[in-house]
């Protein structure tokens, strides 16, 4: 892979986090949806939400983030490994997240890591896993 190859690709992965915050906070599952491939496994268990697949994920979130008023991800510090043959990539990247949840006054903020497998498809890169690794978690939604 040249450089120049290894850079284009690494814009496009920067590209794919940041579509990703983008769907999360204006609530487009559609987008969100986007961003993985049909049968990608998402998990959110370490911040007590969901874990399943894509659509039982995107349709766990419309269900239930509707209700939060706001959110804003930033998604920082990407660190991506393209692995031998360029078409799978492992991506660690650091995420901060302040919002406001139902029923609460004071705003929250959580972050962590988001683990990516990527993988190249006819349509660019997409997620065929996320983990999130919540480290930190202030005014958590059971106000612990």
């Known amino acids: 892979m040249t450089d120049v190859a290894r850079v284009d690709d690494e ?3 920067r590209a794919l986090l940041y579509r990703y915050a983008r769907a999360v906070d204006t609530k ?3 987008l969100y949806r986007s961003v993985f491939t049909d049968d990608a496994y ?6 007590g ?4 697949l894509r659509d039982e994920v995107a349709d766990w979130l419309s269900a239930g983030f509707g209700s939060v008023p706001w959110s804003m991800h930033y998604i920082t510090n990407i ?3 393209i692995h031998p043959g360029g ?3 492992t991506v660690r990247a650091m995420f901060y997240n ?3 949840l139902p029923g609460m006054a004071e705003q929250s903020r959580c972050g962590g890591y988001y683990h990516h497998e990527l993988v ?6 997409r997620s065929r896993a996320l983990r999130e690794d919540n480290i930190w978690f202030v005014n958590p939604p059971t106000g612990g």
């Open 42 to 47: 998402i998990d959110y268990s370490s911040a």
């Open 87 to 89: 078409d799978t990539a």
């Open 49 to 52: 939400a969901a874990a399943g």
């Open 28 to 30: 487009d599952w559609e």
């Open 98 to 100: 302040p919002m406001l």
């Open 11 to 13: 814009l496009q992965i």
């Open 120 to 125: 190249r498809t006819d349509d660019g890169w």
């Open 79 to 81: 660190d991506c490994d």
